[in-house]
């Protein structure tokens, strides 16, 4: 293929930035030009990108100087591996109609789960099984391994070693003495529906890659039954087309392991291959991936990513992407934020001789500011909140359009003891799964919302929308334990199992109704989203709120956002700040100005992981407790300068890490807050306030 020219480059930085065809030739003019070398490399490259790079930017671009010289001479296509749909979304808003071509056969656009699902594990059921996949679903599976499970019975009771074998599996002997039997049961249940068998090699593993369970080839006349048991089981539901992502994981490499020729059918058809946010990439997703186009001399393979962000666990491995320097491009250079944050952040890299990260922005110029408290004295940490509040103001930060001010730490759940979470800096926090980003501000844009054409997503939006019905009017599970009675927020499992064991007649007539809708979301336009929205308010509002006396409320939830848009000029401050904060609850509003006249300034609370790929004007990284450690612990060389040595110990690994991502998401202004007792003014005045460290006590 011809290299890539500069013509095509401001072609692609027109559409990419508005016409603007010189914001790549910044690079080419004045710095490295790191980014003009991504774009124009069109050979096997691991690309290590620091935060605020353009990483993703710059791939959209090459995308689409590609999608220009489509169709290629050959026939072959392109193959897109991402983890969220961002780049997709970012591709089809740029390119609106012209992206059709990028998104056409032979081209393949989407996350490696639903590469895996399309490609590998649904063909080979129909091949190997004679089964048609329906649905791959993690909630499914469970459903269906509580019902298997409750129709096992005991060994004294005449049953076979199975159900035995499950109940004392599914609960960590160091816990087994302090776990209530309802809970061993349920533990036994969540361990079925994770088990997968590896019918290559004849065993049953706790997860992908877990500890066995029982091995096929065992001597034991136990484990040979448990395993011929859980095989039939399994085989029972990959016949009606249920399985778990983590089967579907299994099936395919079955299916590579039995057809290994198949490689080829892929390689004929896609000349290049990209993998965005490589880091987040599981072992076994690599395998598979590597097995189909590492070392094929007719793929070229494009690893995206930052090796130092690698934050997500999956089943107790760690992503376990390495690239080598001699075959990687790197770009270093960081239009997030100044040398003020990247002097701070470069040390904590668990890779500290690959590159040195650069700050470019030439706005970031506020120093890091580390707040100290006293947990002795300090009877209530929301005065941290508050002193990150002034500091947005008295450097103005709040002026800045579309600012953006977050306060991070690693764990939000609320433990038993008094050690430090989210929750002891802001009471009112609540963790939300990190697995679906499935927020919207109104009911309509749940419903409005592009997805692929199949009806399970859209039945999933719509279950998103009625839980977040369900929050706005308090409407709660409530679990007796002992005496006390807990309300907690509902889940979709939680929630549908209520309504069935409850009131039953209104599970299956919003079963109905959810597939009802569901295609009048696929099939219909606009107006079909309202009809839907309106009936969805009327089933809501008559058959289950009002289970509990309760009615619905005139929320903003329940407003188009064009009239949200018109009624702000109208609306009060005071007013727009209460509906605001309806809208989000993880949000602490930090009051000021005079008396009569008061203003809100909107600081989100969230995880770490929660905030992984966004963009802050300032950060807040508060520190918190976890694994009999607090964060601080774990750096504190580190906030000295001295550079991370890659030790592979995972837990520590993953400290430096997550520290890592949080520090590396401010604009503007940085801030730690860390208990004196771990680092004393003493200490911070005398190490750290010399390399440019603004000291602040709490008192």
């Not at 599914?170 to 003495?177: E, L, M, P, V």
Request: glycine share 6%; hydrophobic share 30%; net charge positive.
């Amino acid at each position: 293929m011809e290299p890539i020219t500069n013509e095509e480059i401001e072609y692609a930085s027109k559409i990419l930035f508005e016409n603007d065809s010189t914001k790549f030739y910044d690079d080419i003019q004045t710095k490295t030009g790191e980014r003009i070398d991504v774009i124009k490399c069109l050979e096997n490259k691991s690309i290590v990108a620091c935060p605020g790079s353009g990483k993703t930017t710059a791939l959209i671009a090459k995308l689409i100087i590609l999608s220009k010289r489509m169709p290629f001479e050959d026939g072959r296509g392109i193959c897109v591996l991402t983890h969220t749909n961002v780049a997709i979304d970012l591709i089809k808003e740029k390119l609106g109609i012209g992206a059709s071509r990028l998104f056409s056969y032979p081209n393949f656009f989407g996350t490696i789960q639903s590469f895996i699902d399309k490609f590998l594990a649904a063909p080979y059921c129909a091949c190997k099984y004679q089964s048609r996949v329906r649905h791959i679903d993690n909630d499914r599976v469970n459903s269906d391994a509580k019902i298997f499970y409750h129709h096992l019975r005991f060994k004294k009771h005449g049953g076979n070693p199975l159900k035995n074998s499950l109940y004392r599996s599914g609960t960590r002997s160091n816990d087994w003495d302090k776990t209530r039997t309802d809970e061993k049961h349920e533990n036994a249940i969540k361990y079925l529906s994770r088990l997968v068998v590896d019918y290559n090699l004849q065993k049953i593993t706790d997860g992908l890659g877990g500890r066995t369970f029982r091995n096929g080839k065992s001597k034991s006349e136990t484990a040979l039954q448990d395993y011929e048991d859980i095989c039939k089981y399994k085989l029972k539901l990959i016949s009606k087309g249920i399985i778990s992502y983590q089967d579907a994981y299994s099936l395919a490499n079955s299916y590579l392991n039995n057809y290994p020729q198949i490689a080829n059918v892929f390689q004929e058809r896609f000349r290049f291959v990209f993998i965005d946010e490589m880091q987040d990439t599981a072992i076994h997703q690599s395998q598979i991936t590597n097995q189909l186009f590492k070392g094929s001399d007719k793929t070229v393979v494009q690893e995206y990513g930052d090796p130092n962000q690698a934050i997500y666990d999956y089943e107790g491995q760690s992503g376990e992407w390495k690239p080598k320097k001699e075959d990687s491009l790197f770009i270093t250079e960081s239009k997030r934020f100044g040398e003020n944050i990247a002097i701070v952040i470069n040390p904590l890299r668990i890779q500290p001789e690959n590159y040195l990260i650069k700050g470019i922005n030439g706005n970031s110029l506020l120093p890091p500011h580390l707040i100290l408290f006293d947990e002795a004295k300090t009877k209530d940490y929301i005065q941290v909140l508050n002193k990150f509040g002034e500091l947005i103001l008295v450097n103005n930060l709040h002026k800045i359009k579309n600012s953006k001010f977050v306060a991070i730490g690693r764990v939000g759940k609320k433990r038993e003891d008094e050690e430090l979470t989210l929750k002891s800096f802001w009471k009112k926090f609540e963790k939300h799964s990190s697995k679906s980003k499935t927020y919207f501000p109104t009911l309509i844009e749940y419903l409005r919302k592009e997805l692929p054409s199949n009806k399970s997503n859209y039945t999933e939006n719509i279950v998103n929308a009625i839980l977040h019905i369900l929050d706005l009017h308090d409407f709660r599970n409530e679990i007796t334990k002992g005496k006390k009675t807990i309300k907690r927020r509902f889940s979709k499992t939680t929630f549908f199992n209520y309504l069935k064991k409850e009131h039953e007649k209104i599970y299956y007539n919003l079963k109905d109704k959810m597939s009802d809708w569901s295609l009048q979301l696929k099939h219909g336009n606009e107006l079909f989203n309202i009809d839907v929205e309106k009936d969805l308010k009327k089933f809501v509002a008559k058959k289950i709120l009002s289970l509990k006396g309760i009615e619905l409320s005139d929320s903003i939830f329940f407003n188009h956002p064009e009239k949200i848009n018109e009624s702000d000029d109208e609306m009060g401050k005071s007013e727009r700040t209460e509906k605001l904060h309806n809208l989000n609850e993880n949000t602490y509003f930090f009051q000021y100005g005079k008396e009569g006249t008061k203003e809100n300034l909107p600081i989100k609370i969230n995880t770490i992981h929660g905030e992984k790929g966004e963009t802050h004007t300032a950060t807040l990284y508060l520190e918190t407790y976890y694994n009999k450690k607090y964060d601080s612990q774990g750096i504190k060389e580190q906030l000295l300068g001295v550079p991370y040595q890659f030790n592979h110990k995972p837990e520590q690994d993953m400290a430096e890490k997550l520290a890592y991502v949080a520090m590396s998401r401010a604009q503007n202004l940085l801030c730690l807050a860390i208990s004196s007792n771990r680092i004393s003014e003493k200490y911070a005045r005398e190490k750290l306030k010399p390399l440019g460290w603004e000291i602040i006590t709490l008192t």
